[in-house]
């Protein structure tokens, strides 16, 4: 029987376990919960914790090593697969990620054939992401983009792409980000991976005000996503519905935007923004068509449903539901809503007007 005491006993077990963990992850059906994807978090962030103990507790350099590119892959496949690539550089990250960055440059010092210059130049840029040091990271993603080196699985150049582009995104600057994107997708390896560039790259259209480009990237997006597939993002996919819905809103073209809602409250928890966002656009397009009955029910629920507490959007739902009763000639109802914006100490901007509504039916 193995001794779980011992280092390279603990070590295999925990590498297993990352293993599985990934797989798990990556093959994950539809929307991941909220608690879902903390439960994977928390997960990883123990095999984390437990992997550097083990670094400091034992002095065979093997070991250590395998210990180190075991917290490098789990520094990646939270970047990736439940950040989407945007990165909280806590302290713990920063620890880590000068761990990570102190241990690469000595394998480079002394060429160890453990990682690529490609893979070195890589998670040095991951490093410099979770520590915060974004020039860093800019420069080590540029340079992964730049090398000749093979990159048999595409995956570095990929995600180097993605992630230069989220910074360029981040810093408005929109065309460029649009630009880097679009060159991730000469590296994507399988239609889901495809599909989360092109959503990627139909935010930035939409940033830029071309709405028309950025529908047609959504809609090319949405075609490729599979959720029985490796690798699905549902967080990009539920993106690409909830921009296409408020692209047929704007224009007014009700029909097509509540055919996108609907899927967004079909296919996300509901415990997320993104159902009480969905319910409410769906209530405001049932109101625009005279669907009084429908309204409030949708309104009602996306209140009912919320689990952020009181804000600006809970109290323009209430609003929009003070509205929907006065067309049913209900003022009584109306009245308890009315009453209950006028009491918060939300700010919101049409709370004169609900006052003022309030005092009329009074």
Not at 62 to 91: A, G, H
Request: aromatic share 12%.
């Amino acid at each position: 029987m193995a001794d779980r005491t011992n280092p390279a006993t603990r070590i295999r077990q925990l590498v297993d376990e990352r293993i599985a963990l990934e797989s798990r992850l990556q093959n994950e059906p539809g929307e991941l919960p909220d608690g879902t994807s903390r439960e994977y978090d928390g997960k990883y962030q123990s095999l984390q914790r437990q992997l550097a103990n083990l670094f400091k507790e034992t002095d065979d350099d093997q070991q250590r090593v395998t210990v180190m590119l075991e917290m490098m892959r789990i520094l990646e496949n939270r970047l990736v697969y439940l950040q989407n690539f945007i990165v909280d550089p806590s302290s713990e990250n920063r620890i880590l990620a000068q761990l990570v960055t102190k241990f690469i440059d000595q394998m480079s010092r002394e060429r160890t054939p453990v990682l690529t210059t490609l893979e070195a130049t890589y998670y040095r840029a991951v490093a410099a992401l979770y520590a915060g040091e974004l020039g860093k990271a800019r420069e080590g993603f540029g340079a992964a983009c730049a090398s000749e080196e093979s990159d048999e699985a595409n995956d570095i150049k990929y995600k180097s792409y993605v992630i230069l582009g989220h910074l360029s995104h981040e810093e408005a600057d929109y065309a460029k980000a649009k630009e880097l994107h679009e060159q991730s997708m000469r590296y994507s390896p399988n239609d889901n991976v495809t599909a989360q560039a092109l959503a990627l790259k139909a935010l930035n259209s939409y940033a830029l005000q071309d709405y028309d480009d950025a529908l047609h990237l959504f809609s090319e997006a949405l075609a490729l996503f599979d959720e029985q597939k490796p690798f699905f993002n549902a967080y990009f996919f539920r993106n690409a519905l909830l921009f296409c819905g408020a692209i047929y809103f704007d224009r007014r073209r009700y029909d097509d935007a509540e055919s996108f809602y609907r899927r967004v409250v079909d296919n996300v928890d509901q415990s997320s923004f993104d159902y009480f966002d969905a319910l409410s656009h769906l209530g405001r397009i049932c109101y625009a068509q005279d669907r009084w009955e429908e309204a409030v029910a949708s309104f009602e629920k996306a209140v009912q449903t919320h689990r952020y507490g009181e804000n600006e959007y809970v109290v323009d739902t209430w609003f929009w539901l003070a509205r929907c009763h006065l067309r049913r000639n209900d003022a009584g109802e109306a009245r308890k809503y009315l009453e209950k914006i006028a009491a918060t100490d939300v700010r919101y901007e049409k709370k004169p007007q609900a006052v003022e509504l309030l005092q009329r039916i009074a």
